[in-house]
């Protein structure tokens, strides 16, 4: 606009240069008779100075987009999750290649400072549908701002508590793989069980997942204890479980580390006990080789695809990614497939989202319930020999 507004003043004062001549040229044709006086000296015209041309004007905030839809990918870039959120928008940014898609843009906000915030930026700039946030208390926060807009909310959380009113979970929910590994035990003999969890909300909804699933399955629940994550609790936990003993398989519904320091000391009072695990062992890179664990059943996403796509990962970013970068993988592929019937320009098809034949993902089939809660296709594994086997392949699709 600086440039334009200049062209404008050098045509005025060419203007202006026309306009004198023109009028030297009319008042040189023209003679007028002045009496004989005293000379009056003219009146000197008062000096003005040239508008001064005006700057452009430039929107704030990144360029508007109009040829590609506008996603915002909210995740804590920095303090204490900035690695797992960075190895999250690394994901998205490897999926976008391996798509080669055109159509998608996505913006990334760092959540560390506010998610409220984030989310308010991200929309001013014009997201029209968000990826993310990570953590619960982010998506409780930015739900209700995102839907006063009308864009849904993608989150990465398996907190089932925040799910719904245009918030959708992507997270691995530990009742999922708790209902798949009883009903996998069921299926193998076991009819009576026990189980292990921690204190917290985590253990509370484990708890509950756990008694249902093994009611729908036709089981009996011997005793069901739990522990705080401190020293020795464990110990103390087991002990009143093996007052209980015997029971055909135990749940111990926390990490794999937890889980192989039960099992020895549950074996004592149940030398055949099957030891039964949740999603929350496939993060863990020393599962195969921890003998407590041996012969035990753990349900989850499979590792099949999540290999190679780590592999790529490693040779771009030069460093392994965390484990539920998958998920970031996962919500672009989505984002990807419904943007070929996603006009531009237009709000996000959130009804698309609902698709009952689901997605496909690094991770398996997967599909959102009314609930917004994902289902996803589990397999069950068994640790066996030193390495974890695949006793129960996951379906590849759904059923209508």
Not at 81 to 103: F, K, M, P, Y
Not at 245 to 257: Q, R, T
Request: hydrophobic share 45%; with cysteine; aromatic share 8%.
């Amino acid at each position: 606009m600086a440039d334009a507004a200049a062209v404008r003043q050098r045509s005025w004062w060419r203007g202006a240069r026309w306009v004198a001549m023109m009028a030297a040229g009319l008042l040189a044709g023209c003679q007028t008779i002045v009496p004989r006086g005293p000379a009056v000296p003219p009146e000197r015209p008062q000096p003005t100075r040239p508008a001064e041309p005006r700057p452009p004007v430039v929107d704030e905030g990144i360029p508007r987009d109009v040829e590609r839809h506008r996603v915002a990918l909210l995740v804590p870039l920095s303090g204490a999750n900035a690695g797992v959120g960075r190895s999250i928008a690394n994901a998205t940014q490897l999926a976008l290649l391996d798509t080669g898609s055109t159509e998608v843009r996505i913006t990334q906000y760092d959540t560390a400072a506010g998610a409220a915030a984030a989310a308010t930026r991200a929309l001013a700039e014009g997201a029209q549908l968000i990826l993310g946030p990570l953590l619960a208390e982010d998506v409780r926060a930015v739900t209700p701002i995102a839907r006063a807009r009308g864009v849904p909310v993608v989150s990465f959380s398996n907190d089932a508590g925040v799910a719904g009113n245009g918030a959708y979970l992507m997270g691995y929910a530990p009742g999922q793989s708790i209902e798949r590994v009883v009903a996998y035990a069921r299926g193998r003999g076991v009819t009576s069980f026990a189980g292990l969890v921690p204190g917290g909300l985590y253990g509370e909804r484990a708890s509950t997942a756990f008694l249902r699933s093994v009611e729908g399955a036709g089981g009996q629940v011997v005793s069901l204890q739990t522990y705080a994550r401190v020293p020795g609790a464990v110990g103390q936990a087991v002990a009143r479980l093996n007052a209980k003993a015997p029971f055909g398989a135990v749940l111990v519904a926390d990490g794999a580390a937890t889980a192989a320091t039960a099992a020895p000391l549950v074996k004592r009072g149940s030398p055949s006990v099957r030891v039964l695990g949740t999603e929350l062992w496939n993060s863990d890179t020393g599962l195969a080789t921890r003998p407590g664990l041996a012969g035990a059943w753990f349900a989850s996403v499979g590792d099949t695809l999540y290999r190679q796509y780590a592999a790529k990962y490693r040779a771009r970013f030069g460093a392994a990614p965390y484990r539920l970068s998958s998920l970031g993988y996962d919500s672009v592929l989505l984002t990807v497939r419904i943007a070929r019937d996603w006009r531009l320009n237009q709000p996000f098809p959130e009804s698309r989202l609902r698709d009952p034949d689901g997605f496909a993902g690094i991770d398996g089939a997967f599909r959102f319930g009314r609930d917004g809660v994902a289902e996803r296709a589990l397999e069950v594994r068994e640790i066996r020999g030193g390495a974890v086997v695949t006793v129960s392949p996951a379906p590849g699709s759904f059923g209508r």
